[in-house]
């Protein structure tokens, strides 16, 4: 079983920035896909990010491509989203997620733990 357990959201002033942390208490934090995803008030739960077990490879949602980056510190079972330029359509609850897989997943059926949610404000 793997807990996740996300940090970092608040209220911030669009254009502003604001860095998710999700900490995993897996054994083997390297064997997993972590990704983030995100729900707004009346809306489907949806793919923002997600990295591979080494790092090395990151993929996007197009509505956050070059705005947001996704990292992880296997040394600290960590990953992390930095958000900048942020938009109030970005106001939402960001949920941390992981998969024991090798195969980097972008749908949310795919993954098998998740975290509690940490809400994310963007007032215009």
């Known amino acids: 079983q793997v807990q996740l357990v996300e940090s970092g959201g608040g209220l911030v002033q669009a254009g502003g920035s604001l860095r998710l942390s999700c900490a995993a208490s897996?054994?083997?934090?390297?064997?997993?896909?972590m990704a983030w995803f995100r729900q707004a008030l009346g809306k489907e739960r949806e793919f923002v990010a997600a990295?591979?077990?080494?790092?090395?490879?990151?993929y996007y949602a197009d509505s956050v491509k070059g705005r947001f980056t996704i990292s992880r510190d296997n040394a600290k079972n960590t990953v992390y989203l930095q958000m900048n330029s942020l938009k109030p359509d970005d106001t939402a609850v960001y949920y941390c997620?992981?998969?024991?897989?090798?195969?980097?997943?972008?749908?949310?059926?795919?993954?098998?733990?998740w975290g509690q949610g940490t809400q994310v404000t963007v007032s215009s």
């Open positions: 897996a054994r083997t934090f390297s064997n997993y896909v």
């Open positions: 997620a992981a998969k024991n897989t090798i195969v980097v997943v972008t749908t949310r059926y795919d993954f098998d733990y």
């Open positions: 990295i591979s077990w080494s790092g090395g490879a990151t």
